[in-house]
């Protein structure tokens, strides 16, 4: 029998600085003032943020990251913007979940955003709530994940297969992290919360399809190897990257 070694939510959720930067919540107020919410960030009545410090933080950040990566299209720095965030959010909750036993409420109203911030992103959770573990597909799938496609899909045309890839991708890499933290530091019992937490959400259809169950790779492109000297991603669905179409005379 496995004992599992839980404690409740502690203010800042400190526990989590160990697991690596993908996992660390800040708490409170941000220092540089009213930023925006998330759900700010995925409404599209641009009006309702026009008092904000970014009256559009979806737009901000995917130039921010276009310039940053010197992408040569909109939608190579949407799917990177949007896969660094959703690896921000899974690696939160699921970390928590595993750790502690208990989820944060990372309703989209109460977690602030710096769209300038450095990456994966700058988060701050306003304040701590604390939820069931099994919680976390509410938290995140539903109440982030599914909102942000449909902000993303609307503005930019993105596929929602290219949006769905990435968060399944995201959800693999925060369990592979949490894993090997747990298993480091003689903590089977994270990894196992983790692992139990993680095949729940891949049961899921947004997800359940996202990802080859025996590789891991993935059955959808993240557009990364179309960056100047981008290459491959560890998961991949392609062998190699893919030759430019060829151009109709």
């Known amino acids: ?74 939608r190579i720095a949407v799917s990177i913007a949007h896969q660094a965030l959703a690896a921000r959010l899974w690696s939160i909750a699921l970390g928590a979940a595993a750790l502690y036993g208990q989820a944060p409420d990372l309703g989209p109203e109460l977690l602030r955003w710096d769209p300038d911030g450095s990456a994966p992103g700058d988060l701050w959770l306003t304040e701590v709530r604390a939820l069931p573990a099994t919680a976390v597909d509410e938290v995140v799938r539903a109440g982030h994940l599914v909102p942000l496609a449909a ?27 949490l894993d090997r933290w747990a298993r480091a530091n003689g903590r089977t019992d994270v990894a196992d919360r983790a692992h139990a937490l993680a095949s729940r959400l891949f049961a899921h259809p947004d997800l359940s399809g996202t990802l080859d169950p025996r590789t891991l790779r993935r059955r959808s492109c993240c557009l990364y190897y179309r960056l100047p000297g981008g290459g491959l991603c560890g998961d991949c669905c392609f062998g190699r990257p893919p030759r430019p179409a060829p151009r109709r005379s």
């Open 1 to 74: 029998m496995v004992l599992l070694l839980f404690v409740d939510l502690d203010p800042e959720l400190v526990a989590l600085d160990a697991l690596g930067g993908f996992f660390v919540l800040r708490t409170g107020v941000p220092p540089r003032g009213p930023l925006p919410t998330l759900a700010q960030a995925y409404t599209t009545d641009r009006g309702e943020i026009r008092e904000q410090v970014y009256p559009d933080p979806i737009t901000f950040r995917v130039q921010k990251v276009t310039q940053s990566v010197r992408a040569p299209e909109s």
């Open 151 to 177: 902000a993303l899909h609307a503005r930019y045309r993105i596929s929602p297969g290219l949006l769905w890839g990435n968060a399944g991708s995201a959800l693999a890499g925060a369990h592979r992290q």
